[in-house]
């Protein structure tokens, strides 16, 4: 319909969506497409709109194991899948390159292919509380929807004198958390999708494409955006990881020079 009435580019926001566009694309070669979170599109118009969620994810664990008291850290994924594993692999990585005696509990709220664990807080929350309950206090949500069952279980947590720090996905999530939530939000793992955005539009008023190569045998191209560009990062918001700068930069450091090659497996 957007390419049938002339709209150009065009942008995708999710994988889901790559079957659709790819047939589009194919029958409107003239016009720039984008597609976030996926690189299985082999078409010129393309452009592939990738993130190095284990990069981010990486600095994010290493806040948290210099947040934690007890030594015991929660990791919430949507639904297993290759995408959220990689905020998985990152995170691990960097909490026990910080603190080798800190322990990681991974719980998905979901198994492929059941994508409901995008969007069911309520269970999202169940699992949070047995993180809590077990003495838990620093919990990374990379889950969509069900992250806020996250930061209501870290809320019950304070309301009842436990302090229970969480970490939010994607965008700075302490700028649309509740007054409650911002209490706990140590940090949030971001993904510059509006720069991912931003520069598919640009190119294409300029005449051009985005179409760094990704994968030149299957003929991927777009434009992978990781720590070097920017693409992924921590929030600095509500100020509580402050006092951890000078160590979330030296790691950022590391992995941008190569030093440090943070995984995208378990």
């Known amino acids: 319909m957007l390419a ?19 047939a589009v694309a194919t029958d409107y070669p003239k016009v720039q497409f984008g597609i976030i979170d996926d690189a299985s599109v082999p078409l010129l118009n393309v452009a592939s ?29 949507g639904v297993r899948i290759p995408l959220l594993q990689k905020f998985e692999a990152g995170f691990v990585a960097g909490v026990k390159a910080t603190n080798k005696k800190a322990k990681v509990d991974v719980k998905y709220v979901t198994e492929f292919p059941d994508f409901s664990g995008f969007n069911d807080p309520a269970k999202a929350k169940v699992i949070a509380k047995g993180m809590i309950d077990k003495g838990t206090d620093v919990i990374y949500s990379a889950a969509g929807g069900s992250g806020a069952g996250n930061f209501a279980a870290a809320t019950d947590a304070a309301a009842a004198g436990k302090k229970v720090w969480t970490i939010g996905v994607d965008s ?4 649309t958390a509740s007054e409650a939530e911002q209490k706990n939000m140590l940090t949030s793992m971001i993904k510059r999708v509006d720069t991912a955005v931003y520069d598919v539009i640009a190119t294409a008023v300029a ?34 990881i402050n006092k951890y700068k000078a160590q979330i930069d030296k790691a950022a450091a590391a992995i941008k020079s190569g030093k440090i090659v943070v995984p995208t497996k378990p």
């Open 207 to 240: 005449g051009s494409s985005v179409n760094d190569v990704l994968d030149e045998k299957a003929g991927i191209y777009g434009r992978h955006y990781d720590l070097t560009l920017g693409g992924v990062g921590v929030s600095y918001s509500g100020g509580y």
């Open 4 to 22: 049938e009435a002339g709209y150009n580019p065009i942008i995708a926001v999710g994988y889901l969506y790559a079957g659709p566009l790819k």
């Open 49 to 77: 709109l990738v993130f190095a969620e284990e990069q981010g994810s990486y600095l994010a664990g290493v806040a948290a194991a210099l947040a934690t008291k007890s030594g015991k850290i929660g990791y919430i994924g």
């Open 172 to 175: 700075d999530q302490y700028l």
